[in-house]
């Protein structure tokens, strides 16, 4: 079923997948931008206005928590019937679209810390950490698709192919939201709040896979990090610090409760013996 189905499975049954995908959502901007020009649509927020500054913080907010639902979404752990609905919505908001952090993921779960194959593999320094991964991620996606369906010329010309429909819809997409939310705000509060929450992303990603502590590229492994400010952002982001419960276990929703109760029975136990 389209809308329950795992992007990832549909993305291993059919060679065609991703490009269908992309193309799907490339028409349905195209037909959004159609209908906005022909009502001469009116932007949702005119200005520059200073209520931007506070809604600045709202949406960044917003769109972490996006990022953190759609993370939930590639692992199942939403309920049943909304996993891909909801992360195909949020998937839009932030850009990236759904599929591609789903496949990007799995991959990360199945070769995570590897130098190869980690989809985005961290370093001691976190800029080069940013650098990489901005760079890797769209190549790892290719090398995705020649681990299921071959490294051969066709399919590199294939996937040459996707990357042009996945690089239009892009733009689709964002001249959509553009028009939507008006010049003012798409400049000053939505795109500056994207690439921050991407950022934040891939902060997480590093100071999960021990990047704080690490010497080395040896070094990088998941990790739960417990300081007072990674207790508190557990809080406010359900539990997403705790990175090696989440490995081991990544269907729970809050990896941090469950680590809490581990703690909390081992603590007993020792207190008992
Ligand atoms: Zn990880
Ligand atoms: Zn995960």
């Known amino acids: 079923m389209v809308l329950t189905a795992h992007p990832i ?5 059919n060679p065609r997948f991703y ?7 490339f028409l349905i901007c195209a037909a959004v931008l159609s209908a906005f ?10 200005g520059p206005s200073w209520w931007f500054a506070a809604a600045f913080p709202a949406v960044l ?11 939930n979404a590639t692992h199942g752990s939403l309920p049943r019937a909304i996993n891909r609905v909801v992360g195909e919505l949020l998937g839009l908001m932030v850009i990236v679209r759904f599929a591609s952090w789903d496949i990007v993921h799995m991959r990360h779960h199945k070769y ?20 990489n ?27 040459r192919r996707r990357a042009w429909m996945s690089y239009g819809t892009n733009v689709v ?8 939310l008006g010049p003012a705000f798409f400049v000053l509060v939505f795109l500056p709040c994207n690439l921050l929450a991407g950022l934040f992303v891939i902060h997480f990603n590093w100071t999960t896979h021990n990047g704080e502590s690490a010497k080395s590229i040896e070094d990088m492994r998941p990790v739960n990090l417990t300081s007072p400010y990674y207790r508190f952002a557990n809080k406010l982001f359900a539990g997403i610090y705790a990175h090696k419960m989440h490995h081991d276990r990544p269907a729970l929703f809050n990896p941090a409760n469950a680590l809490a109760a581990a703690q909390a029975a081992e603590h007993s136990g020792q207190q008992a013996a």
Do not use: C
């Open 112 to 131: 995570s810390d590897d130098r190869e194959k980690d989809p985005h593999p961290n370093f001691p320094s976190f800029w080069k950490t940013v650098f």
């Open 173 to 180: 997409l964002l001249a959509s939201w553009f028009w939507l």
């Open 9 to 13: 499975s549909q993305f291993r049954k």
């Open 19 to 25: 490009l269908m995908y992309d193309g799907f959502w």
């Open 61 to 71: 907010f917003g769109l972490i928590w996006a990022h953190l639902l759609i993370h």
């Open 133 to 159: 991964t901005v760079f890797h991620v769209e190549k790892q996606l290719f090398q995705q698709y020649y681990d299921v369906w071959g490294d051969t010329p066709e399919n590199h010309a294939r996937e």
């Open 37 to 46: 020009s022909f009502t001469n649509f009116t932007p949702l927020f005119a």
